[in-house]
C-alpha cells in the first residue's frame, strides 16, 4: 500500500493465504484479497495450499480455471513464472522507468509435492543413506561452507522421527522416493524463479532489482509419521 503511494506499480503472485475462508467466495468482501491490500494485479491461490496440476486459481478478483491440463505441460510454477514476467513486461513496455514491486509466493515446497517426474528423477540414488546419514552430511556440509561454526556439535535426532535402519525395506523405498521429489520440486521452482531473474537481465533491470527471499514456516508435523499424501 505505501509503495503504490510511492508510485510503484504493485504485483502479487502465487500463494495469499491472509484471507478469512469464508471471505474467499466470489460474493467477498474484497478489501483482505490482494487487491484491496494495495497490490494493482494479482495471480494465484488463496488458499495455504493447491493441487500444482489443477490448482484452485484467481486472478485479480475472481476465479478462474488453469490455462492448460498436465497432459498440455501445464503446472503451477511455470505459469505462476509465466505471469510475474507478463506482468513486469506490460508495465514496462508503456513506462519503462517506473519501479515495480512483485510479491511471488510459489505453493513450493508446500504440500502436495507435484513436480514432472524429469525433475525428480534427477535425484535417484541421492537420497538411498537414508535421512539420519543424510543430516550427518548436510551437517558437516554446513561446516565446511562456514553457514555454522566449525566447532557445533549435532543436535540428537528428534525422537519422533523413526531411525532409518528400522524401517523395513519398502519403507525406505516410499521415503527415498518421497525425499527425490522433495528435492525434485525445490530444483523445478529455482528453475523457473530463475526465468522471472532471466527477464529482468534480458530488460536491462536486473542491477537495479532488489531481491529479497524470505522462507515459510518450515517443517510441519501434522501429516504425522509418513507425511500427508492424501493431497
Known sequence: EI????????????????????????????????L?????RYYGFLGGDTDQWYPDLTYDNHGITPPKTPQEGYHLNIDLADKAI????????TA?????????ATGAAHAPHHVEREWADKYKGRFDMGWDKYREEVFERQKELGIIPADSELSVRDPDV????????????????????????????????????????????????LVVVLSDNGASGEGGPNGSINE
Open 3 to 34: 509503495l503504490l503511494e510511492h508510485g510503484y506499480n504493485t504485483f502479487a503472485i502465487g500463494k495469499w493465504h491472509l484471507t478469512a475462508p469464508e471471505e474467499t467466495t466470489a460474493a467477498g468482501p474484497f478489501h483482505r484479497w490482494p
Open 36 to 40: 484491496g491490500r494495495g497490490f494493482e
Open 86 to 93: 507478463e506482468f513486469i513486461q506490460d508495465a514496462q513496455v
Open 96 to 104: 519503462p522507468d517506473k519501479p515495480f514491486f512483485l510479491y511471488y
Open 162 to 209: 523413526q531411525a532409518w535402519d528400522t524401517l523395513s525395506p519398502d519403507a525406505r523405498r516410499m521415503y527415498t522416493r518421497e525425499m527425490e521429489v522433495f528435492a525434485g520440486f525445490m530444483s523445478q521452482t529455482d528453475h523457473h524463479f530463475g526465468r522471472i531473474l532471466d527477464f529482468l537481465e534480458k530488460i536491462g533491470e536486473l542491477d537495479n532489482t
